[in-house]
């Protein structure tokens, strides 16, 4: 897998503020990565630095193999895709003039500025001032801006928020799309739950520095959560916790007369057979720990070590 | 097409859309007219070419005027699209930031010119028609050259405060601190100095330089003690007979007034961490 960015001992002071920490991180090409933290964990300014919008107080940046400050970093971005957080534009100007504008700097010609505005359903709102625009419509028009020139690499800050849910399905739909050409995109949002299905890396950062980079699969084993499961059996048998599970995972009875039992994620196919045999089953949940969850938990243990 | 001009055009565009150049174009029509026809009434038959009259009026609108509306529209040209966000958003695409603050320059230059060619040229083109001689409209075009070329130097100066500061508040009360300063304040300060000094220690040379620091006054000689004639109706012929100052060292000195400050400008916004 080709490395598109690579941080090597990266830190970004402003100040006697210290935004990002001696953070040294890869990004492989056709990943798709999240940055997940809360505000001012540094994800801004890590993107920032990727772009050449800042630089480094210590360490070096490399994106698509080169400097983001030099001559040639310059260059590269005619292959990089930004959305900011907050992302703003003239209100004078309509969402295709805007956008052309955009295109001329990338070099791309009209019909795909209008291809664009298509993809993010705004051709019917093409020539109305942005002034007159929701939230939800600018972040979309920001999103063409962004897909402009068929990038090789995407930043996106914050890109749902402001979305409703229905936008937002349909934003991951085209990251979804954009992950299958290949396109790598970095991804730093609030919103964990939205996040978990649809990365395949995810980066904890907390006050610059990454607590724990992985696969969601990879950082819920190192957190060591427990699965939980929620049994329902059939009248008569529910209230107690059958004897079979007994050594294998911690159960209880909830007020709903279902039966809960919590285990760690190596016993998890072996509770599921041994709930199998049970008699009377009629209903079996599984809730694997969420990324809010693995977040607070990474938190809590970087807290009490500290 | 190259950065510099894909990033003017949309200056002007957006100057069209938010009606800064009907406005500006409106505003220096009319005062030039009114100034035309009822400040050369005076000069009756008197034999002076009415063009040259008109072009002495309008020299003191343009040193009024000219730099303020430079002013306005530049000096929230980086500060202000900085605190939008949306030059966070444009420095992210494949252009250099000198670039972005030259670009931005030559589409309000672009917007200023446009406004006082139009605004003065319906003037000169009244003039002409009514009464049927060009003499004259040399000087009155290079007047306008001139004018935009002062308002060149007004744009620049504003976008130096505008890539150096980072409050829009401030940057707006620097302009017009600034105008105050050039517009005002110097030659009331430069001519209390004269008297008071009575020649004993500011030689002829020394006078020279002190014109030259200021862009207005640069402007001022010459258009007013210029080759054009025009320095007899304006009053300015004993200075334009002592001082040694060319065309050419003028020109220099205004030229210098543009490049340097947006030299500066382009310096600054290069070294702004974002």
Not at chain 1, 14 to 22: Q, R
Not at chain 1, 264 to 269: C, F, L, M, V, Y
Not at chain 2, 237 to 258: E, F, Q
Request: hydrophobic share 50%; net charge positive.
């Amino acid at each position: 897998m080709t490395t598109l960015v690579a941080l090597e001992k990266v830190t970004k002071r402003y100040g006697t503020h210290t935004a990002v920490n001696d953070l040294t991180l890869e990004f492989g090409e056709g990943q798709c990565i999240a940055l997940v933290g809360h505000n001012g964990a540094g994800k801004t300014t890590l993107i920032k630095l990727m772009l050449g919008l800042t630089h480094p107080t210590a360490g070096r940046v490399r994106v698509l193999g080169e400097d983001p400050l030099s001559a040639a970093g310059q260059r590269a971005r005619l292959a990089i895709g930004y959305l900011p957080e907050n992302v703003a534009f003239p209100a004078s100007l309509t969402g295709l003039e805007m956008l052309r504008f955009y295109g001329r700097l990338k070099r791309q010609p009209r019909p795909e500025c209008e291809d664009l505005l298509a993809q993010v359903g705004l051709t019917a709102a093409a020539h109305k001032r942005i002034g007159t625009y929701s939230k939800g419509m600018r972040q979309r028009l920001g999103l063409a801006q962004a897909l402009l020139g068929a990038p090789r690499l995407l930043f996106l800050d914050e890109p749902t928020t402001g979305l409703d849910p229905f936008l937002r399905q349909s934003f991951y739909g085209i990251v979804a799309a954009l992950r299958g050409r290949g396109v790598t995109t970095v991804l730093s949002s609030h919103a964990l739950s939205e996040l978990e299905t649809r990365v395949d890396k995810i980066v904890v950062l907390h006050e610059g520095t990454a607590l724990i980079s992985g696969t969601l699969e990879s950082l819920r084993t190192m957190a060591r959560l427990p699965t939980i499961f929620r049994l329902r059996l059939r009248n008569g048998l529910a209230g107690k916790v059958p004897a079979i599970f007994e050594g294998l995972a911690a159960g209880s009875v909830a007020a709903d007369g279902a039966i809960e039992l919590s285990c760690t994620a190596d016993r998890k196919i072996e509770v599921i057979r041994r709930a199998q045999g049970l008699a009377g089953l009629d209903d079996i949940e599984i809730q694997s720990p969420s990324l809010d969850q693995l977040y607070a938990a990474f938190l809590q243990d970087k807290q009490s070590a500290s | 097409m190259s950065n510099l001009w894909i990033i003017a055009g949309k200056e002007i565009r957006d100057g069209l859309r938010n009606r800064w150049i009907v406005a500006t174009t409106l505003l220096l029509a009319a005062l030039a007219l009114t100034l035309t026809f009822l400040g050369s009434a005076p000069t009756g038959t008197v034999g002076a070419s009415r063009l040259a009259v008109t072009v002495v009026s309008l020299s003191s609108l343009t040193i009024f005027l000219v730099p303020l509306i430079a002013l306005l529209l530049a000096y929230d040209a980086i500060v202000g699209e900085f605190d939008r966000g949306t030059l966070l958003l444009l420095l992210s695409y494949p252009v250099a930031r000198w670039e972005v603050v030259i670009g931005k320059f030559l589409g309000h230059l672009a917007i200023l010119a446009f406004a006082t060619a139009v605004g003065y040229g319906a003037a000169a083109v009244a003039l002409v028609l009514t009464d049927g001689t060009s003499e004259g409209l040399t000087t009155f075009a290079a007047m306008i050259g001139t004018s935009i070329l002062l308002g060149a130097v007004f744009v620049s100066i504003g976008y130096l405060i505008s890539a150096i500061v980072r409050d829009r508040g401030l940057a707006g009360g620097l302009a017009i601190g600034v105008w105050l300063l050039f517009v005002l304040i110097y030659d009331m300060a430069l001519l209390g100095l004269l008297v008071v000094d009575k020649g004993r220690t500011i030689s002829a040379a020394m006078l020279d330089v002190l014109l030259l620091l200021n862009p207005a006054d640069a402007f001022r000689v010459l258009n007013l003690s210029g080759s054009g004639g025009a320095s007899q109706f304006a009053g300015m012929a004993g200075l334009s007979d002592n001082a040694g100052l060319s065309p050419a060292i003028l020109l220099t000195a205004l030229a210098l007034w543009i490049a340097l400050p947006l030299g500066g400008a382009a310096l600054a916004l290069g070294r702004r961490q974002l």
